[in-house]
């Protein structure tokens, strides 16, 4: 359930939730040419720092330098270009900066990803992800899950719609837009539940679409909304370049 939202509209610009990245422990230090890097184990920073020659842009959970980042095997994150040695233990850090400067790498899945946090619908976000030729994140496990939630911690879209339409009462089918089994699921307590919300257009619509939020039993669960409402998002690529 998640009845009230942003819709857009015909003057002004929805607001999403403000972008956050969320964590504990690790020290953060400025990159140098090769952008940033995280020491320690679990070492997603709460706060930004500005680092190496890059600007910190959509996407960016921290300033970003010359070339793709990484998340490591403990989380650390490094630069992909300078050779900055100070990455955590199991870092295999990988270039994803040819699909974008602020994509990052998961070694776990050998995937990249990149934040839009650019409010858009469901459907405008998985137009926008297919433009990159990505697609909206999938999550098949914990690990997966846990990291889109480090990389954008408040609401975004995820890529699972249950396949009916917004007039359509009811739970529907939710599966992955990229086809892949539906296995994995995160959804908060009594979620989803088609809950009835507001029609762009007026009239009575519902909930057929998946996002991360905060409002669950802790942060990082799913749970359903109106699929006109815009958001952020998170782009995910099946292979590296």
Not at 46 to 70: T, V
Not at 108 to 119: F, R, S
Request: hydrophobic share 30%; net charge negative.
């Amino acid at each position: 359930m998640f009845g009230s939202g942003s819709t857009p509209s015909a003057g002004g610009s929805p607001s999403a939730g403000s972008a956050s990245v969320t964590g504990t422990a690790g020290s953060l230090s400025s990159g140098g040419n090769g952008g940033e890097t995280v020491g320690g184990s679990s070492s997603i920073a709460g706060s930004e720092d500005s680092g190496g020659n890059g600007g910190s842009g959509a996407g960016c959970a921290f300033s970003c330098g010359e070339g793709g980042r990484s998340l490591g095997g403990n989380g650390a994150v490094g630069g992909a270009a300078g050779g900055n040695d100070q990455a955590g233990a199991g870092s295999d850090l990988t270039e994803c900066s040819a699909f974008s400067p602020d994509a990052m790498f998961l070694p776990a899945t050998q995937h990249c990803y990149l934040v839009d946090t650019e409010p858009r619908t469901f459907a405008a976000a998985q137009t926008h992800c297919k433009e990159l030729k990505a697609h909206l994140i999938t999550l098949a496990n914990v690990a997966e899950n846990d990291f889109a939630w480090s990389l954008h911690g408040d609401e975004h879209w995820i890529g699972s719609q249950d396949g009916k339409m917004p007039k359509q009462s009811g739970v529907g089918k939710y599966t992955w837009v990229t086809g892949e089994p539906f296995d994995y699921t995160n959804w908060s307590q009594d979620q989803p539940n088609a809950s009835k919300t507001s029609c762009v257009e007026g009239g009575d619509c519902y909930e057929h679409c998946a996002f991360q939020w905060k409002g669950g039993d802790h942060d990082n669960m799913w749970n359903d909304r109106y699929c006109m409402h815009t958001i952020a998002s998170i782009c995910e690529w099946d292979s590296t370049p």
